[in-house]
Nanobody
Framework: QVQLVESGGGLVQAGGSLRLSCAASGRTFSTYIMGWFRQAPGKEREFVAAIRWSGGSTYYADSVKGRFTISRDNAKNTVYLQMNSLKPEDTAVYYC?????????????????WGQGTQVTVSS
């Protein structure tokens, strides 16, 4: 079993920054894909970014490229999402997820483990 705990959400003005953290525990993650997703009110959960735990290759949704950066700290079993130049449309609950697949996937239902989510609100 894998446990994921997100933190770092909050309220920020447009143009500001936040860093989300996802602490993972319970299993060896060296072959996992770690992803960040978000869900705004009334909308479906959408892919934001992903990283290979082994090797560190990264992948981003077009809507966040150049503004968000995903990274990981192997020693701390933690994945981060640095969010810069935030916009009101980035407002959502952000979720960390883990996928045992070898390929990077952007469909939420294919991920095996999820955190509880952390709220990010960007005011205009």
């Amino acid at each position: 079993q894998v446990q994921l705990v997100e933190s770092g959400g909050g309220l920020v003005q447009a143009g500001g920054s936040l860093r989300l953290s996802c602490a993972a525990s319970g299993r060896t993650f060296s072959t996992y894909i770690m992803g960040w997703f978000r869900q705004a009110p009334g909308k479906e959960r959408e892919f934001v970014a992903a990283i290979r735990w082994s090797g560190g290759s990264t992948y981003y949704a077009d809507s966040v490229k150049g503004r968000f950066t995903i990274s990981r700290d192997n020693a701390k079993n933690t994945v981060y999402l640095q969010m810069n130049s935030l916009k009101p449309e980035d407002t959502a609950v952000y979720y960390c997820a883990a996928d045992r697949s070898i390929a990077v996937r952007t469909t939420p239902k294919l991920y095996d483990y999820w955190g509880q989510g952390t709220q990010v609100t960007v005011s205009s």
